[in-house]
């Protein structure tokens, strides 16, 4: 009496399981590839093409394919140059929002009457758009009468108007830059410091262990998984520089302060016309540097799901 | 707890505290106060020179002025606009790819997973042309849908992450005793796992909507005109209109700023809960 229903039953059962998984994910996958996974292979298609964005009276595609020549391009491009070495300059300096951050978490990890305001109050530059940040350290820059050039002047006697230097124009723009990220970085190490096993730290104090020593053997190594997002998304926010230049020098002065990101839209939209495939093959140099990061990303990912 | 509690320490100590905080939060916001201060500084004020001295009245007609005198009202309507819809959009999708990648251990499943995460780190730039050019074609360039359809599907590659190991994080028993009762799968979805994700949904859309406000980039290459370009763009081409004019341009960048703020403010536990996942073991 027990077989036959039974059976039919897990039968379909197994079926509902094995196909309940793609029904549930295909909507999702399906904007996911056609908005992210097949532009990338388009552009690394287009990377090799000609191309000004245009299509002929029947629809057809214009571009012509020029093989290695847009990368062939780049490598003799002083722009291309100049804007590789930017990006180079935002990612090392970036790497200030770390120590800077847990600085500033330490000094707020406490319980005091108003802390969790203070601590929100220190996270605001993160939430407020890099338009705006953009525009309040531009203002902040501004030669004769913005607040950085007076305390210049008042310091070294000369104004500084570091936005039209071409020398420095760059790191103006990564402080600003630094200024939401040293506030991301800060909440990660505050969540972290929240978690640190307390008798550890008991423990450590009773050997004797204060101030550096104990940050730097007990406290940092209980806080990897925080410092491992904060590097995350430390590199990608300076990679991801457009908006900051965008905002605040629009590349220049003479194209100083580009960054790839820039330099690619500049190419590919801006006024230098629509070179749509060189913009394409700005973009894959760009790709590939942050694949770098992303597959060291995703081994560490590989490792921890094994391990569970 | 890691510093030593400052009430461990000596009464000079524990005062200097309480007076360095105030002045570092002074420092450290000291850009953004300033802006705030010229919003409401007169033009007048700054023709003069006067730009850090007491200000000589405060002038709410700039805020009036860029109201009436300026688009910035249709900007931030345009930005509601292509921030809601993708909200719901992305943690609609996400919560159903979450739940597949969680609950199912399918062939691909870990491959389908390091695919969105990976897809999130992506430069937009990579994106750009292609993007473009579709969204040309389909002919949704320069519309809120056109833009909110692309940062729908770009979040829900970190939407997925983050509501896959939430899911993770529940008792499978829940699910394995429903499957023991027979209850089909839609509905182990929606009956049992959906009304846990109150937390993860509440967090995704306020990182979310902070994300899609304050985005420039595919505004600035989805975009064009008033009708449809978000507060991030707008003020950027108002920027260029009001050359100098910086009573102006603080009182705009205050408001832009605004909703996210307020955001915060409003759901602060979710939105750091969210920012943080992973933080911690």
Request: glycine letters at 8%; aromatic letters at 16%; a neutral charge.
């Amino acid at each position: 009496m027990a077989s036959a229903p039974p059976d039919h039953r897990t039968v379909r059962r197994w079926n509902q399981r094995t196909l309940a998984p793609w029904l549930f994910l295909t909507p999702g996958l399906f904007m996911f590839a056609v908005y992210v996974l097949w532009p990338i292979v388009e552009s690394i298609t287009l990377s090799f093409y000609d191309w000004n964005g245009l299509y002929n009276q029947d629809g057809e595609f214009t571009g012509t394919f020029v093989g290695m020549g847009n990368y062939a391009e780049l490598m003799t491009d002083p722009a291309f140059e100049t804007s590789l070495w930017n990006n180079l300059k935002w990612l090392v300096l970036y790497m200030a929002a770390l120590p800077i951050g847990l600085f500033i978490a330490i000094f707020l990890n406490q319980t005091v009457t108003g802390i969790r305001l203070y601590k929100s109050l220190f996270f605001f530059p993160f939430v407020i758009s890099q338009v705006v940040v953009g525009l309040i350290f531009a203002w902040f820059y501004a030669p004769n009468f913005g607040l950085f050039y007076l305390l210049t002047e008042a310091v070294m006697g000369q104004g500084t108007a570091i936005l039209a230097d071409p020398d420095l124009v760059t790191y103006g723009i990564i402080v600003a830059g630094l200024w939401p990220q040293i506030a991301y970085v800060m909440i990660l190490y505050l969540t972290g410091l929240n978690n640190v096993a307390p008798d550890q730290i008991e423990a450590a104090r009773l050997d004797g262990a204060k101030g550096w020593r104990m940050l730097w053997y007990v406290v940092l190594p209980q806080l990897r998984p925080a410092t491992f997002i904060a590097v995350i998304v430390t590199v990608i926010g300076a990679l991801r520089s457009f908006d900051l230049v965008s905002i605040m020098t629009t590349g220049g002065p003479f194209g100083s302060s580009r960054v790839l990101s820039y330099y690619m839209f500049e190419m590919a939209l801006g006024e230098f016309g629509f070179r749509m495939g060189y913009g394409a093959a700005i973009a894959v140099v760009l790709f590939a540097i942050m694949m770098i990061f992303i597959s060291g990303f995703i081994w560490k990912m590989w490792r921890d799901e094994k391990e569970r | 707890m890691f510093p030593r509690p400052i009430q461990q320490s000596s009464p000079g100590v524990q005062w200097l505290y309480t007076l360095a905080l105030p002045v570092a939060l002074l420092i450290w916001l000291f850009p953004l106060l300033g802006v705030a201060l010229t919003s409401l500084r007169p033009a007048s004020d700054l023709a003069q020179g006067n730009y850090f001295g007491m200000p000589s009245g405060i002038a709410w007609e700039n805020y009036i002025y860029i109201f009436t005198e300026t688009p910035i009202g249709q900007y931030m309507v345009n930005s509601l606009w292509v921030t809601i819809p993708t909200v719901i959009g992305a943690v609609g999708l996400s919560l159903m790819t979450g739940f597949a990648l969680a609950v199912y251990g399918f062939r691909g499943n870990i491959l389908v997973f390091f695919m969105f995460v990976a897809g999130n780190f992506v430069p937009f730039q990579i994106l750009m042309v292609p993007v473009r050019d579709m969204t040309l074609n389909l002919g949704m360039y320069d519309t809120w849908y056109g833009l909110a359809l692309f940062h729908i599907a770009f979040q829900t590659g970190f939407c997925t992450l983050f509501m896959r190991n939430f899911i993770k994080a529940l008792p499978y028993e829940l699910i394995e005793a429903a499957r023991v009762e027979g209850v089909a799968e839609w509905r182990i979805f929606w009956f049992i796992v959906l009304p846990l994700m109150r937390p993860a949904i509440a967090a995704l859309s306020v990182l979310v909507f902070t994300f899609i406000w304050n985005d420039f980039f595919w505004a600035t290459v989805l975009t064009q005109g008033v009708d449809s370009q978000p507060i991030t763009a707008g003020l950027s081409s108002l920027n260029g209109q009001w050359i100098a004019q910086w009573h102006l341009v603080s009182a705009g960048s205050i408001l832009a700023a605004l909703p996210p703020v307020l955001m915060f403010f409003l759901m602060q536990k979710h939105f750091i809960a969210g920012l943080t996942l992973g933080a911690v073991k």
